[in-house]
């Protein structure tokens, strides 16, 4: 039996009001797994907890009560001074507004996590040798992020994700900066990634980015609501079968 890559057990988060006079449950009672491998989606309305749960599973906060275990490992088990090395071990980050270094080359943006993991240069170099191609990045090495467009400095910042080889890419509304073209350019990028091997949790707004992923999660106040698998279904049967999930779910809150 396999070990699966992230399971996510009864997890609960509530946050008080300073004076503590009011408690607010962001999430309650959350379970769900991810095999290696799989390439999963999580939508839901503002509000309905993904937030949360994403920087519960980035260990940028702990959950009130339940437990996260990536590759076996409890999540609540990191010490907070070992928690930066742990996510550079283990998790890749995809951010909407990419969070690159203007001062550093594209070059030196996508080693960075491997130049703090002391990862020596020779090693830093092949992986990037293998990586730039597959991301149309080769004539842009030289360059920096202010002198290239929104979509490059995307591809970028999943380099940078990727190159540190993690057990888990999270991605936090990756196409929301970007156009439609550019959008879809990097999720047929997430898509190839998938189907070499890598594990992805995307957390989005956008159907069409859903339905790109081989199962979807729907949270709703603070709980899974539903969740959808691909199986055969093509992109575009599939994000029908989203869209009419999501038409539901904003159809009961009324």
Excluded at 239 to 248: G, K, R
């Amino acid at each position: 039996m396999t070990m699966k890559r992230l399971e996510v057990n009864n997890i609960k988060k509530t946050y008080h009001t300073r004076l503590g006079g009011t408690s607010v449950d962001a999430l309650k009672e959350i379970t769900f797994s991810v095999e290696p491998g799989e390439y999963v989606a999580i939508m839901g309305e503002s509000g309905s907890g993904k937030s949360t749960l994403l920087n519960l599973l980035a260990t940028l906060d702990q959950p009130t009560s339940g437990s996260i275990k990536l590759n076996g490992q409890d999540l609540n088990q990191v010490k907070e001074q070992d928690a930066a090395i742990f996510r550079r071990n283990h998790l890749g980050f995809v951010f909407q507004d990419f969070n690159l270094l203007d001062n550093f080359s594209v070059k030196d943006n996508i080693f960075l996590p491997l130049v703090l993991a002391k990862k020596p240069l020779v090693e830093m170099e092949k992986r990037l040798d293998a990586l730039a191609p597959k991301l149309g990045l080769v004539e842009l090495l030289e360059k920096y992020p202010y002198e290239i467009s929104g979509g490059q400095q995307q591809r970028v910042a999943a380099a940078r994700a990727i190159i540190t080889e993690p057990e888990l890419i999270l991605a936090d509304e990756p196409t929301g900066a970007l156009d439609s073209k550019t959008s879809a350019q990097l999720l047929a990028l997430f898509q190839q990634l998938n189907q070499e091997g890598q594990t992805i949790l995307m957390v989005t707004h956008s159907t069409v980015a859903a339905s790109h992923a081989n199962r979807v999660l729907f949270i709703k106040d603070g709980q899974v609501f539903n969740q959808l698998y691909r199986g055969n279904q093509t992109n575009e049967q599939f994000l029908t079968t989203i869209s009419e999930t999501m038409t539901v779910l904003l159809t009961e809150e009324r």
